[in-house]
Structure formats: structure tokens, C-alpha cells
T-cell receptor, first 114, second 113 residues
Framework: DSGVTQTPKHLITATGQRVTLRCSPR?????VYWYQQSLDQGLQFLIQ???????AKGNILERFSAQQFPDLHSELNLSSLELGDSALYFC?????????????FGPGTRLTVT | QQQVKQSPQSLIVQKGGISIINCAYE??????FPWYQQFPGKGPALLIA?????SEKKEGRFTISFNKSAKQFSLHIMDSQPGDSATYFC????????????FGKGTKLTVNP
């Protein structure tokens, strides 16, 4: 158990809908990262927050947004969902804001868009 | 544009054998190279990492070899065990620059008993 929690575990929704994925980092970790994992694209970095502020942006679509709250939990919002958004979404946390700090991954949320 | 190329996609090894997974990178500014292990239904977990100031790092049965001039690094699993069966991802990043890890596409390792 990494100490990172993600909810929900599974999510099935229809195209055009909006969903929110939630992540609680390990106690004491200030950074939260979001990743998308699909069979063809592998593990893709989406966005990073550090202590409430956006720190780095990766391959995140404009339809996706995220935020980190004062209690350090984070939410990833996915809107106008398309079939291609079906994937595993992982949250990871680390104590610092550099990639050399070990990132602890949560169990993921499996999103299925029908 | 894939900045870290990983091979092979899948690997089958007999128990006790050596598993070797290779990665090649393009960006010479990368200076941190971790390997992650992912079991089915779980998130990736850091296995071992290396910086370019050393050519090899060993932790138990796992060894990273790093070749800076060739821009390649590899993971060797000695005395492979069925419990090592998982997907392995190499990654690379620039510590002082953009704070993101670029991952390879993964290698599914199966160790037969």
C-alpha cells in the first residue's frame, strides 16, 4: 500500500459527460501528479501540483482540468468525454517538487467511456 | 514524439534466468533515470534509479547499467523469479528543468516456474 488513495476505483460513463477523479496524497507529501495510462500511449504525465499551485503541465487536454486543495487532496476533472479518454488514471505524490523525489502511485481509477 | 524508447515489449524468462530490458533516450539533458515496476491492478512503484554520474547501480537482484555516450540504460534482473512477473517501465527526467517524468512504453515480463 503506497499510502495514496484514489476514488472511485472504476467509473463508467457516456460520451459527452463530465467526471471528477479524486486523489489523497500520502501524509506529508506536497506534490501531486496525475498520469493517464492507456495501452497504446503508455504512461503519460498530465499535470503536477505542488502545495496548491500548478507546477508542471504535460499532455493534458483542454477538456481536462485539475486542482489541489488546501488539505492537499487533488481532483482531476474530465469533461466532454470521448471514447478515447477511456484509460487508467493514476495519481502519484511525492514530498518535494522535483522528479528525483520518489513518486508514490495510487491504485488508479479505471475510466470507461461508452 | 517518444523521448524514451523501451524494448522489448514483452519478455519471457525461465526461473533463475537473467531478464534484460533496454531503454534509449534522445534528450542529453536528462539526468535522472528511474525504473518502475507495476503489478496487475496496481500503480507503478519505484524499483531503482540512477543518475548519469555512475555507470552501474545494484540493489539486490536488480541492476541498472548506464551508458551515457550511447544514451542507453538497461535493467538487469538476476535469478529471475515468478514473483518478478510484472510490467517494467523506464523513465527519464531533467531534475532542474521541467518537473516531469517521461516514461517508456513498458515491458511485460513473465517468469516461468
Amino acid at each position: 500500500d503506497s499510502g495514496v488513495t484514489q476514488t472511485p476505483k472504476h467509473l463508467i460513463t457516456a460520451t459527452g459527460q463530465r467526471v471528477t477523479l479524486r486523489c489523497s496524497p500520502r501524509s506529508g507529501d506536497l506534490s501531486v501528479y496525475w498520469y493517464q495510462q492507456s495501452l497504446d500511449q503508455g504512461l503519460q504525465f498530465l499535470i503536477q501540483y505542488y502545495n496548491g499551485e500548478e507546477r508542471a503541465k504535460g499532455n493534458i487536454l483542454e477538456r481536462f482540468s485539475a486542482q489541489q486543495f488546501p488539505d492537499l487532496h487533488s481532483e482531476l476533472n474530465l469533461s466532454s468525454l470521448e471514447l478515447g479518454d477511456s484509460a487508467l488514471y493514476f495519481c502519484a505524490s511525492s514530498v518535494g517538487n522535483l522528479p528525483s523525489y520518489e513518486q508514490y502511485f495510487g491504485p488508479g481509477t479505471r475510466l470507461t467511456v461508452t | 514524439q517518444q523521448q524514451v524508447k523501451q524494448s522489448p515489449q514483452s519478455l519471457i524468462v525461465q526461473k533463475g534466468g537473467i531478464s534484460i530490458i533496454n531503454c534509449a533516450y534522445e534528450n542529453t539533458a536528462f539526468d535522472y533515470f528511474p525504473w518502475y515496476q507495476q503489478f496487475p491492478g496496481k500503480g507503478p512503484a519505484l524499483l531503482i534509479a540512477i543518475r548519469p554520474d555512475v555507470s552501474e547501480k545494484k540493489e539486490g537482484r536488480f541492476t541498472i547499467s548506464f551508458n551515457k555516450s550511447a544514451k542507453q540504460f538497461s535493467l538487469h534482473i538476476m535469478d529471475s523469479q515468478p514473483g518478478d512477473s510484472a510490467t517494467y517501465f523506464c523513465a527519464a527526467s531533467i531534475q532542474g528543468g521541467s518537473e516531469k517524468l517521461v516514461f517508456g512504453k513498458g515491458t511485460k515480463l513473465t517468469v516461468n516456474p
